[in-house]
Every structure is written in C-alpha cells, then in structure tokens.
C-alpha cells in the first residue's frame, strides 16, 4: 500500500544554506555559487532517476538553465535571513512505474509554476540503498 508525505521546507540564509548548494545537491550536479564563489559538486551523487526544469510561458531562457536560475535566485535577496528558495518533499508510490512517477511529479510541478508563476527545479530519486526500497521521493 502506498504511503503518503509531502514535506516543505525552506532555504534560509539564516540557517547558513544556498539554493545553489541545495539544487547542486539534489539534482547531482556542480553549480558554482558567484555569491560565495563556493563550488558545490555533487556530480558522483547517485540514485537520481531524473531532473528537469518546468517555466512558466513568460520566463526569460536563461530560467531553464540550472545553474543561473539559482545563482539569480540568490542574487535577488539581500538581507541575511533571506528564503531564497523552497522544496516540497513528495513520495512517490512504489507500486507503479518511473513513468508514472515522472508523470505525477510533472503535473504537480506544472500545478506550482502556473499557480505561482514561478520556475520549478525536480530531481526524483530512487530509494537508497541501505534504506526502505520503497522510498521513491521528489524533491520540487
């Protein structure tokens, strides 16, 4: 039987965290933050399944490209306690397959951006290995 959480989380500068270091880590890639001039690479993470960018229509093109989206993100805040970002944790079912998953994760991505007019990074991962191998999660 499928179990159901969904957390949100922010990322605060107070609590000494980037949205570059947060998208770098749970998409697995490198992103070099040009606001600490901080490299976070995560490129040998594993267990990621898939990574994608939803916009909205009217997004500039550089939205789709990771690495700036968050650097802009980061640089659109001053203050020290800033949020310059905020994940929704989802499970996702383990009875049915990666497409379906993808497809759920999509549309609830696609439901964030046209309700927000905001850009929407997700990495789904699979479970890990040492962990409940039902865990099939988003990260949004």
């Known amino acids: 039987m499928?179990?159901?959480h969904l957390c949100v989380?922010?990322?605060?500068?107070s609590a000494g965290r980037s949205a570059t270091a947060a998208a770098a880590y749970r998409v697995g890639e490198r992103i070099e933050c040009q606001r600490e001039g901080?490299?976070?690479d995560y490129t040998r993470k594993?267990?990621?399944?898939?990574?994608?960018i939803l916009t909205p229509k009217d997004a500039p093109d550089w939205a789709s490209d990771?690495?700036?989206?968050?650097?802009?993100a980061e640089a659109s805040e001053?203050?020290?306690?800033?949020?310059?970002?905020?994940?929704?944790?989802?499970?996702?079912?383990?009875e049915i397959s990666a497409e379906a998953r993808s497809q759920i994760t999509r549309d609830f991505a696609q439901e964030l951006v046209s309700r927000y007019g905001v850009a929407v990074d997700v990495a789904i991962h699979a479970p890990h290995r040492e962990g409940d191998q039902?865990?099939?999660h988003a990260h949004v």
Do not use: C, D, M
């Open 66 to 72: 990771r690495s700036r989206l968050w650097n802009e």
């Open 2 to 4: 499928a179990s159901y």
């Open 134 to 136: 039902r865990n099939h």
């Open 38 to 40: 901080r490299v976070h």
């Open 46 to 52: 594993q267990g990621i399944e898939e990574t994608f």
């Open 78 to 94: 001053t203050r020290r306690n800033s949020v310059t970002a905020r994940e929704w944790e989802l499970a996702l079912p383990s």
């Open 9 to 13: 989380k922010t990322i605060k500068r």
